[in-house]
């Protein structure tokens, strides 16, 4: 069984420019997270969708980050613009009832200049 | 609120030695789930083990085992002769439960521990 994919793995930009990240969680799983983690630091909930409704967002910074699960299965989160500080790795996760965990993908390294 | 603290950040140990990996948590919640994860040098999650709060039971699983004590809120790890492939972070994280039929929510992470294992 295929795990979480996630794409780019790597992604270097300029301050100011957009960038989109893109996660396909395991297939059946109906809730999806992404999660930031900085260096030194465990990983911190963005955003958790349950099928295609984004139901804890809580801690999204939405004056530039925004997400999207449109048909409940892959998602796409994005920056815009992109500041220094965004600089982290972004991980995409997915669970089911059934599965009882959260498995996640290998994570995108953003790096801004 | 949720909140797990690892209080060690770096343990050094040679080939063969055990070692165990502090985790304590703070919950208002009296059902909840709590996880270890190994974060190698590729940088992918990968989950070792969940428990939830009503199973203080501890669990083995070849070299690696679990202490669960709701006393005093931790959620320890010890691995038996250690080797050279256990070398990661290692993350302690806390999970509310949702609620039935629901799936699990957020996560909350410890900073982690990262484990040298020197041959």
């Known amino acids: 069984e295929a795990g979480v994919v996630q794409s780019p793995r790597y992604k270097i930009i300029e301050k100011k420019q957009p960038v989109a990240f893109w996660c396909n969680p395991i297939s059946g799983h109906n809730t999806l997270y992404w999660y930031l983690q900085n260096l030194g630091q465990g990983p911190e909930l963005l955003i958790r969708y349950e099928n295609e409704e984004a139901v804890d967002d809580s801690q999204l910074p939405k004056d530039r980050f925004s997400a999207e699960r449109l048909k409940g299965v892959d998602s796409t989160l994005k920056i815009q613009p992109a500041e220094l500080g965004d600089s982290a790795v972004y991980l995409c996760a997915s669970s089911s009832l059934a599965a009882g965990t959260q498995y996640f993908g290998p994570g995108t390294r953003l790096t801004v200049l | 609120a949720q909140k797990v603290t690892q209080a060690q950040t770096e343990i050094s140990v040679v080939e063969k030695e055990d070692v165990t990996l502090d985790c304590v948590y703070e919950?208002?919640?009296?059902?909840?789930?709590l996880f270890w994860y190994k974060q190698p040098p590729s940088g992918e999650l990968v989950f070792l083990i969940r428990r939830n709060s009503f199973d203080e039971q501890n669990e083995i699983s070849g070299r690696y085992s679990w202490n669960f004590q709701k006393s005093t809120s931790s959620f320890n790890f010890t691995i038996t002769a250690s080797q050279v492939v256990d070398s990661a972070v290692y993350f302690c994280a806390l999970s509310e439960a949702l609620g039935r039929g629901s799936t699990l929510g957020r996560l909350y992470f410890g900073r982690g521990t990262q484990l040298t294992v020197w041959p």
């Open positions: 919950t208002r919640d009296t059902t909840y789930y």
